[in-house]
C-alpha cells in the first residue's frame, strides 16, 4: 500500500482582540484618564474576546452567505422583504447591547466618550462583514437630528437610534447617491412636493442606498420651485417602515451586486410619494447634513484602521506557523521586515483616526479650536487612512502566498471590503478638493500648525526630534505650495490636490506617531513606538512634487 504524507498549511488564528493589541492599549493608556480606562477595561476586553472569537469564527462559517431580497408574495403582493445574514443579526444585537451608537450620548466621560466608543468600533468592526457601516450612518443621523432644533423629530427618533435595547434600536440609512450625482450632489433630481395638507412626499431615484433595511433615512430633496444647484436641497427625515411593516411610497428595485461589502443590503430605490419630514429649512440642506458626514468620515477612518489591523493579526499570527525554506517565516528576514512596515502603517493609521475622534469629542462639547481643526483634518484623514487600507489589504494577502488569493480562507473579502473605504463618504479626489477648500478659510493653516506642534509635544530622543524635523518640513513645503499656486495657478493646485493632501495626511499621522513615541520612551520605558515611526518614516511622507497639467493632457490625448 502506498503511503502518502499529509501536507496542510495551518490557518491563522485570532486571539483576544483587546489583549493582544499592544499599540492600542499603549495608545488608550496615554490618552485616557487612569480611573476612566480602569472602568471601560472590561468591556473593551469582552468586545476583543469576542472580536477574535466568536464573531470571527461566525464570520468564516457564514462566508457564504448574502442578503436576499424578495420582492413579490406568492399571492402578487408587493413587500420589498430583505432577508439579512446571521453575522448582522447578531451584530446588531450586540451593537445594541454594546453601545456601539450609545456610548457617544450616554456616557459619563464627556467629551472622551468617543474615544471609549471607538475603541470599541475599532475591535467590533473587522468581525462583523461591515455592520459599522448602518452603525456610522446611525450615530450621523443623531447628531444630525440633535443639531437640527426639531424637538419634535429628536424626542421620536434619537431615543431609539441611540437605545441599548436591541428591541427599540434603529438603524439609519442617508440616501445622498443618485445615478448622475454622485458625490456632486448638486445634481439631485428627487423633488419634495407638499401637499394640501401640509404634508411632504418624495418622487425620485435614489441609486445607491446602503443599509436599506434600516428603519429611517435622512436624505436630499429639491421642494418644487426651487433654484437648480445644492442651495437648492432640503434635508428629509423618512420613516422606512409604516405600522404595518410596508415601506410606504419606497420600491427596492435591486440589491446591487458589489465587489465588496457583499454583507451590506446596498439597494437601489424608487421614491414614489414616499411620506416625509422636512428638517430644517427648505434650502441649504447640504450644510444641515454635513454634521452627519463628519462622523461618518470618522467612522471611515476608524474602521480602515481596524481592518489594517485585522490583515497584520492574521498575517502575524500566521508567519509565526508557517515554516518555509527551513524556518518560520516570522524568522524570515526579509518577511519580518514587511511585516514590521504593515505594523508601521497600521498604527500611523490607528494615532490619526483616534486623533480625530479625540477632536470629535471636545468639538461636540463646545470646544471652538478642535471643531476648526476637525473641519480641515477629517478629510485629510478619511482620505489617507481609506488609501492606506486597500494597500495594506492588498499587502496582508501577498503574506499568505497563494492562500490569500483562496476564497475560503476568508481572506480575500479584507481587500474587497477595503476598497470601499476609499470610495464611500468621499473618494480621494472628492475628499482632497474638500480639503483645499478648507484650508482656504482664515486661521486654517494656523490651526494645522498647532495640531502638529501639540501632537509632536516636543521630543527630546533623537531620532524623533530628526524624525519630527521632517514633519515640519513636509508641512511648511505644501503650505508654501498651495498658498502659491492658489491665486497664479488653480488648474495646477487642483492637479496636485491629491499629493498635497497625502503628504499632510501621512505627516500628521507620523506627528502622532512621534508624540506618543516619546510618551512611551519617558512613560512606560518602551522603545517599540519609537521604532514604529522611525519605519513608518522610512516609508516616505513627502508626495508634493509639482507634475505639470500639460503633461497629463498629453498622455491623455487631450
Known amino acids: 500500500m502506498t503511503s502518502y504524507t499529509s501536507f496542510n498549511q495551518p490557518p491563522p488564528s485570532l486571539g483576544n482582540q483587546y489583549v493582544d493589541d499592544v499599540a492600542l492599549r499603549s495608545l488608550l493608556r496615554r490618552i485616557l484618564p487612569a480611573e476612566m480606562r480602569e472602568s471601560i477595561e472590561s468591556e473593551l476586553h469582552e468586545m476583543g474576546e469576542l472580536a477574535g472569537g466568536e464573531l470571527y469564527e461566525l464570520s468564516l462559517r457564514d462566508r457564504l452567505n448574502e442578503p436576499t431580497l424578495t420582492q413579490w408574495s406568492p399571492w402578487g403582493e408587493r413587500i420589498d422583504k430583505i432577508e439579512l445574514t446571521a453575522v448582522w443579526k447578531r451584530a446588531e444585537e450586540l451593537a445594541a447591547t454594546r453601545g456601539l451608537v450609545a456610548t457617544a450620548y450616554d456616557s459619563p466621560h464627556g467629551a472622551l466618550a468617543r474615544i471609549h466608543q471607538f475603541a470599541l468600533v475599532f475591535l467590533f468592526g473587522p468581525s462583523t462583514d461591515t455592520y459599522s ?24 427618533a434619537v431615543p431609539r437610534l441611540t437605545s441599548r435595547d436591541p428591541e427599540k434600536f434603529w438603524t439609519s440609512g442617508q440616501w445622498m447617491t443618485e445615478s448622475r450625482g454622485g458625490s456632486d450632489v448638486s445634481q439631485t433630481e428627487t423633488t419634495a412636493r407638499l401637499g394640501a395638507d401640509g404634508k411632504w412626499s418624495l418622487w425620485g431615484r435614489k ?11 435622512l436624505t436630499l430633496a429639491r421642494p ?28 427596492v428595485n435591486r440589491l446591487k451586486d458589489k465587489l465588496g461589502t457583499r454583507k451590506l443590503p446596498t439597494a437601489e430605490l424608487s421614491l414614489e410619494g414616499a411620506p416625509a419630514q422636512l428638517v430644517g429649512a427648505t434650502s441649504r440642506g447640504v450644510r444641515q447634513i454635513t454634521p452627519m458626514l463628519n462622523i461618518t468620515r470618522t467612522w471611515n477612518g476608524v474602521i480602515a484602521a481596524a481592518t489594517l489591523r485585522r490583515g497584520v493579526a492574521l498575517a502575524t499570527n500566521y508567519a509565526q506557523k508557517r515554516h518555509a525554506f527551513g524556518h518560520r517565516l516570522a524568522d524570515k528576514p526579509l518577511h519580518s521586515d514587511t511585516l514590521a512596515g504593515m505594523h508601521a502603517e497600521a498604527e500611523g ?11 470629535l469629542g471636545r468639538a ?19 482620505l489617507t487612512t481609506g488609501r492606506q487600507a486597500v494597500n495594506g489589504s492588498s499587502e496582508a494577502l501577498e503574506a499568505f502566498g497563494g492562500a490569500g488569493y483562496i ?6 473579502s479584507l481587500l474587497r471590503d477595503a476598497q470601499v473605504l476609499s470610495i464611500w463618504e468621499g473618494t480621494t479626489n472628492v475628499l482632497a478638493l474638500d480639503m483645499l477648500r478648507a484650508l482656504s478659510q482664515q486661521e486654517a493653516w494656523g490651526a494645522v500648525e498647532r495640531e502638529i506642534e501639540e501632537l509632536l509635544a516636543t521630543p527630546s530622543d533623537e531620532s524623533l526630534k530628526e524624525a519630527a524635523e521632517q514633519v515640519l518640513s513636509a508641512t511648511s513645503t505644501v503650505r508654501a505650495w498651495i498658498q502659491e499656486t492658489a491665486l497664479e495657478k488653480p488648474e495646477q493646485l487642483e492637479a496636485d490636490a491629491r499629493r498635497a493632501a497625502l503628504t499632510l495626511g501621512r505627516s500628521l499621522e507620523l506627528a502622532a506617531m ?26 516616505g511622507i513627502k508626495q508634493t512634487q509639482s507634475l505639470p497639467v500639460s503633461d497629463a493632457k498629453h498622455i491623455l490625448g487631450h
Open 133 to 156: 457601516c448602518p452603525l456610522a450612518m446611525t450615530d450621523g443621523a443623531a447628531r444630525c437630528l440633535l443639531s437640527s432644533g426639531e424637538q419634535e423629530l429628536v424626542d421620536r
Open 207 to 217: 441609486w445607491f442606498t446602503s443599509a436599506a433595511t434600516s428603519q429611517i433615512a
Open 224 to 251: 418644487e420651485g426651487n433654484p437648480a444647484g445644492s442651495r437648492g436641497l432640503a434635508m428629509f427625515y423618512v420613516e422606512t417602515f409604516d405600522e404595518t411593516a410596508q415601506r410606504p411610497g419606497i420600491r
Open 349 to 359: 493609521a490607528m494615532h490619526f483616526a483616534f486623533r480625530i475622534a479625540t477632536l
Open 364 to 382: 461636540e462639547h463646545g470646544d471652538d479650536e478642535a471643531a476648526l481643526r476637525l473641519r480641515v483634518l477629517t478629510p485629510i484623514m478619511k
Open 407 to 412: 476564497e475560503d480562507t476568508g481572506l480575500p
Open 514 to 539: 512621534i508624540g506618543h513615541a516619546q510618551w512611551a520612551l519617558d512613560t512606560e520605558s518602551d522603545p517599540r513606538p519609537a521604532a514604529v515611526a522611525r519605519r513608518f518614516l522610512g516609508h
